[in-house]
């Protein structure tokens, strides 16, 4: 499992990369979901999200989730070419995966790398 | 892999084929009114009468039903439909009546509602019943509705949020929805409770109820449920039970006396009308006395006593403060509501408690066959259904594979990967219509898959291998969408 050093983590398994303000999904997720299908995100560019508010929807073969913002800010950008290939989730989650990207971000409730590792594998059966 | 193509109708279709031949006209040719109205471009297919009928019993013949085998699709209740209901059903009294006619002429129809509901009240302990809901998730629409007029009605506008434990039906959470409530999800406990420090600090005076499927998804009885309801009552919520499960229990615990207050049925599930296949549900809503006067409309009710050999004049009533109609006319009155009946009837008191004691019979006796072979997360004596994981430690077999794999058993597969909060689930609910022989086959098969899972993982990779096609691409069918065999350019261009 993949969890980079320099992102922040939420207990609902998004990440929060404090230099870009950009969030998404963590591997961990993308994982859990298997083979990802659908995406929309449900914010646009200029609008103040909140930490917790749903800021994507997405659908795979198994299952479907709500992503939450793990931080709070305004929507600087969002990776509209996502929706076209929802599967990008699955093969690239910290890097073209990403969805959204919020100036002046604030992180809510998040861990560190270290931290989250510890918090997938007590969930591992 | 076996695969038996069989080509689409219309890809069997021949330009100049006919069905039937018809004879010249021996009418005055008139012009049809609106010619707009026809359109004489749609590509229809040609074939003759017999190459249809043959191209739709081959397919008949791919699928699976609950009277091909054992179908035990967890929280479905895919019960044997016993076949007298499709007699009652089809009786000329309630096939060629009208719900347009005047109720004097439909009397019978109008008992037969009118006993059902009363049948239904005193199965579920509440004091009043609506058969209007088409299915269960539209009484669950109902209900919540209802929750929402009570608020209402005490001018208690800050109520938003409903909560749903994550053991709860997919269906709970999309009703809420539909009324624009928030929902907050309540955890489940190691034992597969609702957590109850969880719940306590969401109860508050923003709560418009609680949505509890009990037996919840993992087939559990909540062990708390008196003091669940209670908390809920206290902060000024109202309590929603999902009907699905109540297959276990049948003339054994009451939701009404536990207080629940609005309770939606699955006719469709623990009444035996046949479901699947897009068959008519049908989703009968409970309430106890303080939601009565929310009921839709109409209900059928007594309009006039009767004396001596008068019998009573059944009619239609509409409660004080309804939120009105939910459908067209009364409900699916032959489709579900005389099945039902038949089969209540058939059964009587000590016969629907029967059911339910055997179908939890059933699913622990599975269980208890399983155990140890496969993980089963929240292992206590279960109710009428129960979760294992469909996967092996240092195996990548998953339980898709396990479930594709039963199909070459000729068993239907269980549900998989719901609840979401087991891993790998695999939902299994055998219901009371089976007998010993079919569980100890069932718990073989599984059994032996298991096995397999260890030394031929690749015989559950590529299953199914003995049905006519084999494994589907679930992520093509759901990445790359064509819904119609034409795409609408093409249509344009003939």
Known sequence: ?125 | MATILEPTIFELSSPGRIGVTMPASDVPHSDLPNKNLLRSDLPLPELAEVDVVRHYMKLSKFNYSVDDGFYPLGSCTMKYNPKINEDTCRLPGFLYTHPLQPIETVQGNLVLMYELQEWLKEISGFAGMTLQPAAGAHGEFTGVLMMAAYHKSRNDSKRTKMLIPDAAHGTNPASAGMLGFSVVTIPSDARGNVDLKALAAACDDTVVGMMLTNPNTLGMFDENIEKVIELVHKCGGLMYGDGANLNALLGIVRPGDLGFDVMHFNLHKTFSVPHGGGGPGSGPVGVSERLVDFLPSPLVGILEDGEDEIPPLYGFVTPKQTIGRMKAFHGHFGGGLVRAYTYIAMHGLDGLKAISQFAVLNANYLQARLRGTYTIPYDRICMHEFVAEGQFAGSDVRALDIAKRLMDYNFHPPTNYFPLIVHEALMIEPTETENKDTLDRFADALIKIAEEAKSQPELLHDAPHITPFGRMDEVKAARELVLCCWLPEDYQNQ
């Open chain 1, 1 to 125: 499992m993949n969890v980079p050093s320099n992102l922040k983590y939420t207990k609902s398994d998004e990440w929060f990369d404090p230099s870009s303000g950009a969030m998404g999904i963590t591997d961990y997720a993308q994982g859990q979901l298997s083979d990802i299908v659908f995406v929309e995100l449900l914010v646009e560019e200029g609008e103040d999200v909140t930490v917790g508010k749903a800021i994507a929807s997405v659908e795979s073969v198994k299952a479907s989730a709500e992503i939450y913002a793990s931080a709070a800010g305004k929507v600087s950008a969002v990776n509209k070419g996502l929706s076209d290939k929802p599967e990008t989730l699955n093969s690239d989650p910290y890097g073209e995966g990403w969805m959204i990207k919020v100036a002046g971000g604030v992180a809510g409730d998040v861990m560190d790398a270290a931290e989250y590792e510890k918090y997938c594998a007590g969930r591992a059966h």
